[in-house]
């Protein structure tokens, strides 16, 4: 299966420390996204890349979030001194972009729970 | 600034019935218009979508039906089955990668 991965699955961490999560696009999409999912929600867009460059930020996304995508491939979300509201999922989704190209292959997500 | 209203939020429906889903939309760039299906614990994987070109799609026992004018489109399910519950989402957007998801359905289909 060459379908989005994300990684850990589930995170559980102590209020104030730092953590990152990981996820691996469809080899061939070139664009890259993060949402963040709460129970009963609807994903809400955190940010998205287009390659490497990060072309667009939440106003969700707080100045303790910081993406990357280095290479243009894999990317990692950080959260830096947690909070308890940051309990979510955490998820990816990766597409081919361009016309044609707009549905988003969702990973399976990263379930955080701050103590 | 909502952009996307779906309707309704829960909806309850026996084996065998029809199960429709409703999402209104405020944004005339919006050029594709799909509807995502998630399961809980995983992320939302796409069902069906279509674009403007046509009124109505089908694939199996989905159905979309889209109306331009009123800036809705809707997700009909045939045959509605216990697998089928699950939270719907309708998700319009296009080539402008606007990001716009609805607050979601909750399906329950009791057998």
């Known amino acids: 299966d060459t379908g989005v991965s994300q990684d850990p699955r589930h995170k559980i961490t102590k209020r104030g420390q730092n953590v990152t999560f990981r996820c691996d696009p469809i080899s061939e999409h070139n664009r890259l996204y993060w949402y963040r999912q709460t129970l009963g929600q609807g994903p809400e867009f955190l940010t998205y890349f287009q390659n490497e460059a990060q072309l667009e930020k939440s106003r969700l996304l707080s100045d303790r979030f910081s993406a990357e995508r280095p290479k243009g491939s894999f990317s990692t979300l950080e959260i830096q001194r947690t909070e308890q509201g940051d309990s979510a999922m955490y998820l990816c989704a990766s597409s081919p972009g361009g016309q044609g190209g707009e549905t988003q292959y969702f990973g399976p997500g990263t379930r955080l729970l701050v103590l | 600034q909502q952009q996307v209203k779906q309707s309704p939020q829960s909806l309850i429906v026996q084996k065998g019935g029809i199960s429709i889903i409703n999402c209104a939309y405020e944004?005339?760039?919006?050029?594709?218009f799909p509807w995502y299906q998630q399961f809980p614990g995983k992320g939302p994987a796409l069902l069906i979508a279509?674009?403007?070109?046509?009124s109505e799609k089908k694939e199996g026992r989905f159905t979309i039906s889209f109306n331009k004018s009123a800036k809705q489109f809707s997700l009909h399910i045939m045959d509605s089955q216990p697998g089928d519950s699950a939270t719907y989402f309708c998700y319009p957007g296009g080539s402008n990668y606007k990001l716009t998801f609805g607050k979601g359905t909750l399906l329950t289909v009791n057998p």
């Open positions: 279509i674009r403007p070109d046509v």
């Open positions: 944004n005339t760039a919006f050029d594709y």
